[in-house]
């Protein structure tokens, strides 16, 4: 069994942004955008929705998505897929992606799966980049990563990590993007475990991972790619679309 199943997780409540998944960006709901850029990665063999909301069901059906209902107790993203994964007994590989993020890189999902076929011993893999703009490391709203030698992630934090006590022009501050490839088997282990002090005290899941002991990959790419957090966020987006439509045409 070496299938790869990405699944989005969809959720009508958002304390900043209330029926996200369905706001139209330049004339397309936004977990559209996610869905039609998860089906272009050529290593996965299905695309499933998860949302506990009928809303968002039926607009993914009808755009021709695959979607799965789920329970609406769920406290995170991870544990819709989770319940999805659960039910998916053929899929070995479990790319978890985020339904905020249109401009997802199809590119980036396939090296995920393929990180996760190569080395048994990659539990869990994610991706981060360089900030573009050193001074939002210091923003709460950004998650940061540091990294071992050899890829691994040493810790998540909301804090600016490695402190730039030496102000060293050496330190590259690592944005983390929320995407995230599973083994089955793990994400299913993952989510039994109880919240961890570390997760608790950064409200940040993936430290319950590393608390755990489970080795954590961490794929470096060059940039990443927006999430939409809030309506100012979507106009931002929106405009971007715009000023690549007029470069492709000019």
């Not at 048994?120 to 030698?149: G, Y």
């Not at 989510?191 to 002090?197: A, F, G, I, L, S």
């Amino acid at each position: 069994m070496n299938k790869a199943v990405g699944i989005i997780p969809a959720r009508w409540n958002s304390t900043r942004f209330p029926g996200k998944p369905l706001y139209l960006i330049a004339g397309k709901p936004l977990l559209r955008r996610v869905w039609e850029q998860s089906m272009r990665a050529r290593n996965l063999d299905a695309v499933i929705i998860a949302t506990d909301d009928m809303r968002i069901g039926e607009a993914a059906f009808d755009w021709g998505a695959e979607v799965a209902l789920t329970s609406a107790r769920h406290r995170s993203g991870t544990d819709r897929v989770a319940e999805v994964a659960r039910k998916a007994k053929n899929f070995a590989y479990i790319i978890n992606i985020q339904g905020d993020e249109p401009l997802v890189d199809p590119r980036l999902i396939d090296k995920l799966v393929e990180e996760l076929r190569s080395d048994r011993k990659i539990d869990i893999v994610t991706a981060a980049h360089p900030f573009a703009n050193v001074s939002e490391a210091s923003s709460p709203h950004q998650n940061k990563v540091v990294i071992d030698c050899d890829g691994n992630a040493l810790y998540f934090s909301r804090a600016v990590i490695p402190y730039p006590g030496g102000r060293s022009p050496d330190v590259n501050y690592l944005r983390h993007q929320g995407i995230y490839g599973f083994r089955r088997k793990t994400l299913l282990r993952f989510v039994k475990w109880k919240r961890t002090p570390l997760e608790r005290a950064e409200s940040l899941e993936q430290l319950r991972a590393l608390e755990n002991g489970v080795r954590v990959h961490v794929l470096v790419t060059a940039k990443g790619s927006p999430g939409v957090d809030t309506p100012e966020d979507a106009t931002a987006l929106e405009q971007k679309l715009a000023r690549a439509k007029r470069r492709s045409v000019s």
